[in-house]
């Protein structure tokens, strides 16, 4: 099993393109287009797939629903690239389930977020990870969010379950403490899985030994955030630093609202999708939606004249 683990290290690396759930405009999920946007990642150069994370919508699914999406997302993917979707959930037994779903579908690993509204403790956020990887064999990869759960899982308490649990293989920090994330690897291991999940430190924490980025601009410009990995794994720093800095205009504009409504609105406008979220989320304001129309052009992607 050990060698399993070691195997998902090499291979689980790079960008690891979070896609988001498209939905009709009756709000059903268009699964037809969750495959084309699947193999649009897949042409550009995407070294992995992830869904129901939070570009996915997952509080917004109903439990069958995620299951939905994850079965086609494997089917699609059909074993070009690894397969890593969110299980997470705020509720343990659901995150029980949806993890074990994944590893009978056979993905390469399951994403398994802090519990967000709870604010659990350490310890309960120890118990909570240690009993999700106990019950599988499956690679697990914890996806810490402050900013979005409401609770920080501590390095401490991170190093003690990849201590514990040897299918703890990495963890997704969309951590904007930079002196946390180094503590990471330091206590955890130089050999640990790190993704970024904030933009802006992509190409920061791969220079500190990152394995890469789990990034929603990769919805967007996934050549591009592809790229900048691939020079960084090149040697080519300078290309990589460059097209990070590229990308900085696209990277903020996209988060001027909540993640993903201004990238559901990017992919409406560039005729990828029916541009819909489900209530309580929804579209950005006009005004944001001009702005990141011209970010849009700015880059040479061609959009339409009006959202599809």
């Not at 037994?93 to 802090?114: P, Q, R």
Request: aromatic share 6%; hydrophobic share 40%; proline share 6%.
């Amino acid at each position: 099993m050990m060698q399993r683990y070691d195997e998902i290290k090499q291979r689980l690396r790079g960008s690891i393109a979070p896609v988001i759930t498209p939905f009709k405009e009756n709000h059903d999920i268009d699964f037809d287009k969750q495959s084309e946007l699947i193999e649009f990642q897949i042409e550009n150069g995407s070294h992995g797939i992830s869904v129901t994370g939070t570009s996915g919508e997952p509080s917004s699914l109903s439990v069958e629903e995620r299951v939905l999406v994850m079965e086609r997302a494997m089917k699609t993917i059909d074993g070009r690239v690894p397969f890593a979707p969110g299980t997470g959930s705020t509720n343990h037994n659901e995150t029980m389930y949806l993890t074990k779903k994944a590893e009978e579908m056979g993905a390469d690993a399951a994403m398994v977020i802090v519990p967000y509204y709870n604010k659990p403790n350490q310890q309960a956020l120890y118990k909570h990870f240690k009993t999700v990887a106990d019950a599988v064999s499956l690679p697990i990869i914890i996806y810490n969010i402050p900013g979005r759960t409401a609770q920080n899982l501590e390095v401490e308490t991170m190093a003690q379950l990849v201590k514990d649990c040897p299918n703890i293989v990495g963890a997704k920090e969309s951590n904007k403490d930079f002196e946390h994330v180094n503590r990471v690897l330091l206590h955890c291991g130089r050999d640990f899985l790190l993704f970024s999940g904030i933009e802006l430190l992509c190409y920061p924490m791969l220079a500190i030994g990152g394995a890469g980025s789990i990034s929603a601009t990769a919805n967007v410009a996934p050549k591009a955030v592809a790229d900048l990995h691939n020079a960084w794994f090149d040697g080519d720093i300078e290309t990589a630093r460059r097209l990070h800095f590229e990308l900085m205009p696209l990277n903020d504009v996209l988060f001027k609202d909540t993640n993903p409504a201004p990238v559901k609105a990017a992919l409406g406008m560039m005729g990828k999708i029916h541009p819909a979220l489900r209530l309580p989320m929804d579209l950005p304001s006009e005004v944001l939606q001009t702005e990141i129309r011209e970010t849009l052009v700015d880059y040479q992607i061609e959009v339409a004249k009006q959202l599809s």
